[in-house]
């Protein structure tokens, strides 16, 4: 059984070796499987095979993509789920102990609960204007078209792109975010401090402290 274990342990190590070579030589890889393939169709000779094209002595041919990385298999993975499921982000809250930092999936979440759309992509709100799950305007509605007509948590995907788009153009700043969320561009400058913004931004973030807890 040890001598089996080792000679397993052996034999992963060469393979090992050997794919990391092929990976750090992927393109001259395909180039010499590309001359193979045009010698083969003339008949003339080949290149030469390199040692690290050659475990157990036979050149073996990459596919048309690279092998995937760990990273990318567990992203793939993780988009299987829904995008809007992922912890893709992590942005400064100002709160009374301080900054902290919290997810965009939690402030996706807590803006849905905020919106009261209750899951409907289609429910409207303010007289008519406002649409499903994040009760876009429709000056959003036309910058994501597919957003009118989409299932609840393609919705909220598109909600996800729009507020980490507003997240990067206020520096990661949570508050801030959700303010030009709440007022829109044209507004938020005049209305960043008004009573009624002061407490959508606070309803927001007591929805995201209790989906921490």
């Known amino acids: 059984m040890e001598r089996l274990t080792l000679n397993l342990t052996e034999a992963t190590k060469r393979w090992t070796e050997w794919a990391t070579h092929y990976w ?8 010499i499987i590309a001359a193979q393939k045009e010698a083969q169709r003339t008949g003339g000779p080949g290149p030469e095979i390199p ?3 050659k475990p157990g002595g036979d050149a073996t041919a990459p596919t048309t993509a690279p092998p995937p990385t760990p990273y990318e298999k567990q992203m793939t993975e993780q988009h299987k789920i829904g995008r809007h499921l992922i912890n893709i982000g992590s942005y400064t809250k100002a709160t009374a102990r301080g900054l ?5 999936q939690a402030i996706v979440h807590a803006v849905v609960k905020q919106e009261g759309a209750g899951g409907d992509p289609t429910r ?15 000056a959003l509605q036309k910058k994501y078209p597919e957003y009118v007509g989409a299932s609840a948590t393609r919705q909220t995907e598109i909600l996800g792109d729009y507020l980490s788009e507003l997240l990067t153009k206020r520096g990661g ?7 030009e969320f709440h007022l829109g561009a044209t507004n938020y400058a005049r209305d960043r401090f008004s009573p009624a913004n002061v407490a959508y931004v606070n309803s927001v973030e007591k929805k995201m402290q209790m989906a921490s807890r």
Not at 124 to 138: C, H, M, V
Not at 173 to 179: I, K, T, W
């Open 173 to 179: 700043n949570v508050e801030d975010a959700l303010s």
């Open 124 to 138: 409207r709100g303010d007289s008519g204007r406002a649409l499903g799950i994040g009760q876009f305007w429709p």
């Open 51 to 53: 040692n690290w094209m």
């Open 24 to 31: 750090e030589h992927w393109d001259e890889a395909n180039l």
């Open 100 to 104: 902290e930092q919290v997810t965009l």
